[in-house]
């Protein structure tokens, strides 16, 4: 249960985060209450007037379903997983810049909370914990020891050895390069 | 002494010499100078104070914790633009990438000429520069630190004899973590927080956090303090009043939220300038897809810049941000973003950022709020496009097999010679993603008060004991990131408050 909106404006967001969360089959994580809650803090965090205003926009996004899905005569929330899909995509491609906005607005919250899940993550391949403990070896007063890449550290060592790999000081712009001098 | 909004009980009245309100570049870098300088400084911070040891890696937690609004700040036009702005103690450095750049020359020539900012030059701004690089830690990164990505987005720019920069960030010993914009978990970004802060409050400082200022207290035309409330942290309601008198006010919100409170003051704007003059540099992001594994997330977040094209008003660098961030830039939800995503390992994302050649607007809504309007003009879409070519070219000639581009009508490139395709395509400028972190110019700086807010110092011209030290006072687009301009100007500030004692504090 969504604390920071009404029960009808959770079903909205519900039925909105079903539409635009990333999913496949072979691949369809049962997050959809991690999402909501985290589009929950988010709407805490908003400022007044979009506490206000977020809340119209979605139950006018639910409501114009009636005119933009017509004849189907149902709300965003009464329609097809299908029928939603080309739905949210007639926000999202439409001239109207509003329109647009919510969308895009509302779909920053679901990816921020969908592409933060350690399944997701995992899935698509982003293994950040892991990343962290292998660079993570020596204090703050120690030069990093293990390489984020080998290849990359190796390639650039080389260049700073033979004082090529760029200049480090000066103004950005007009400068020295380090492949010739400007006259 | 730091006091957070939990910790306090009742109204407060609180007495200092200088008062600062914003702890982030400019607040925190002007309180420094003046602390260790023996003046009684008061910081106060509107958003919370955290630690590294509150910074997780989730971004879930991490936006609303750390940014304005829970990061949905924007700024309105056609398109509309995402800005991104801390609201923490430290500011916009615990969530920046880092980049630490000089003023460029022409740009300090052009505020000579059109501002008549004639002591703001190269050499006198030096021993500030020192100062800062020295106190932050600016440094270019360890080749340990940088990413696969990074070593082939450098070799592509060699091939093409572009001038590839080595990044100065301020930063010490940073392994890599590319985790910049949630807040450094490691203190090796060397941000407000962990450099400025903490020298303010050896050198006696005290620091009021949860503390949003309401308005200026004004006597006699000049600046003797403000009101503020103190808020619960977790519904940022006002649960308490405080109330500061001081003998000099310095006002570092940054250039949105600074123009709203000088308006909601009724100070500051006898001749109209407050707010106006608003510069964003427009950003955009490219992704390079390769059939090989880059990992470009893992290290550095713009370990290098591309500097070929900054006489153009082009800036290039390679972003380090989530997946989440990433699957935005992309008109794609459902399956056909999970698809996208699933190929995260072979993708680089590449930013760019461009000189501003129009001017926006913060107005003050009726209830306080700042709403901020840009809208880009042709130059800067033109501007948009070619860096877009220029970057999707760098992709290919790095081994990219794909590009994806930032418009609706065209949303992939899959050769070299597919990049003309974004000037025969007829892409409109209300369908371009935007985004920005920087923001400058509603409170600029000039000799004449007709052409601006504040005077060379940072003094508003027509409040004594006034003083504005943030972005807002940069009155010209950079064209390079801008947070070593606002600490070397605070700075600077800082000094001519100390040599002018007698006149501004008792």
């Known amino acids: ?183 | 002494m730091i006091v957070t909004g939990e910790q306090v009980n009742r109204d407060l009245e609180e007495k200092c010499q200088v008062l600062v309100i914003g702890s982030g570049a400019g607040g925190g870098a002007i309180a420094a100078e003046l602390a260790e300088a023996g003046v009684d400084v008061l910081i106060l911070e509107e958003g919370p104070y955290y630690t590294s040891k509150d910074f997780s890696t989730n971004p879930a937690k991490m936006i609303p914790m750390l940014y304005r609004d829970a990061g949905t700040s924007v700024i309105m036009g056609s398109p509309s633009i995402i800005f991104s702005e801390g609201r923490c103690v430290g500011g916009s450095t615990v969530i920046n990438g880092g980049m630490c750049w000089r003023t460029p020359e022409k740009v300090l020539k052009r505020w000579q000429l059109e501002f008549g900012l004639n002591e703001i030059t190269p050499k006198s701004m030096e021993p500030f520069y020192e100062k800062v690089e020295k106190i932050i830690s600016v440094e270019p990164q360890h080749p340990n630190s940088l990413s696969k990505a990074e070593m082939l987005f450098h070799q592509a720019n060699r091939k093409l004899d572009y001038l590839i920069r080595r990044n100065h960030r301020n930063q010490k010993n940073c392994t890599g973590e590319g985790l910049c914009v949630f807040g450094c978990p490691t203190d090796r970004k060397r941000s407000v927080l962990v450099t400025y802060i903490p020298k303010a409050l050896a050198a006696g400082a005290r620091l009021y956090a949860d503390c949003k200022a309401e308005r200026l207290l004004i006597k006699n035309g000049k600046a003797v303090g403000a009101t503020a409330s103190v808020l619960n942290r977790e519904t940022a309601k006002r649960k308490h009043k405080m109330t500061i008198h001081a003998e000099l006010v310095v006002v570092a919100c940054g250039a949105i939220q600074t123009p709203a409170f000088l308006l909601g003051s009724k100070v500051g704007n006898s001749f109209k300038q407050v707010g106006k003059n608003f510069l964003c540099h427009p950003n955009t992001k490219v992704v390079g897809m390769f059939d090989e594994e880059v990992r470009y997330w893992a290290g550095v977040h713009q370990g290098h810049q591309v500097h070929e094209f900054l006489d153009e008003g082009i800036l290039f660098a390679l972003g380090g941000v989530p997946p989440a961030l990433v699957s935005l830039s992309f008109p794609l939800f459902g399956r056909k973003s999970l698809e996208l995503m699933e190929q995260w390992n072979h993708m680089i994302v590449g930013g760019m950022l461009i000189d501003d050649t129009t001017y926006g607007r913060v107005v003050r809504l009726p209830w306080g709020a700042p709403l901020a309007f840009y809208q880009i003009d042709d130059v800067e879409f033109e501007r948009m496009l070619r860096g877009t070519a220029l970057l999707s070219e760098l992709f290919f000639v790095a081994g990219a097999k794909k590009v994806l581009l930032p418009f609706f009508q065209l949303q992939e490139l899959n050769s070299i010679d597919e990049i003309k395709k974004i000037y025969e395509y007829k892409i409109k400028k209300s369908e371009l993603e935007l985004l920005t972190v920087h923001a400058f110019g509603t409170t600029r700086m000039a000799s004449t008060p007709s052409r601006g807010v504040v005077n060379q110092w940072g003094e508003v011209h027509d409040c004594s004991r006034l003083f504005v030290v943030d972005g807002g006072i940069i009155p010209t687009s950079l064209g390079v990131n801008p947070q070593e301009t606002i600490m070397a100007l605070a700075a600077r500030s800082g000094q001519y408050i100390l040599e002018n004692k007698q006149k501004f504090l008792a």
């Open chain 1, 1 to 183: 249960m969504m604390k920071n909106v009404s029960p009808g404006v959770e079903r909205i967001i519900r039925a909105l985060s079903e539409t635009i969360k990333p999913r496949k089959p072979g691949f369809d994580p049962a997050i959809d209450d991690y999402i909501l809650e985290v589009a929950d803090a988010f709407i805490g965090a908003l400022p007044s007037h979009m506490k206000i205003l977020m809340p119209l926009g979605l139950r006018l996004l639910n409501l114009a379903a009636l005119v933009f899905m017509f004849p189907k005569f149902r709300t965003f929330v009464g329609l097809s997983p299908e029928d939603r899909e080309k739905y949210v995509l007639g926000w999202m491609e439409s001239s109207i810049a509003l329109r647009r906005d919510l969308i895009k607005g509302f779909k920053a919250i679901v990816m921020t909370g969908y592409y933060a899940h350690p399944e997701v993550m995992a899935h698509i391949g982003y293994n950040l914990e892991e990343h962290l403990k292998r660079i993570n070896v020596q204090d703050i007063e120690t030069p990093p020891q293990v390489p984020c890449s080998e290849e990359a550290a190796r390639y650039f060592s080389e260049l700073e050895k033979k004082n090529a790999w760029g200049t480090t000081d000066g103004l950005p712009g007009s400068c020295k390069r380090y492949f010739k001098d400007r006259k």
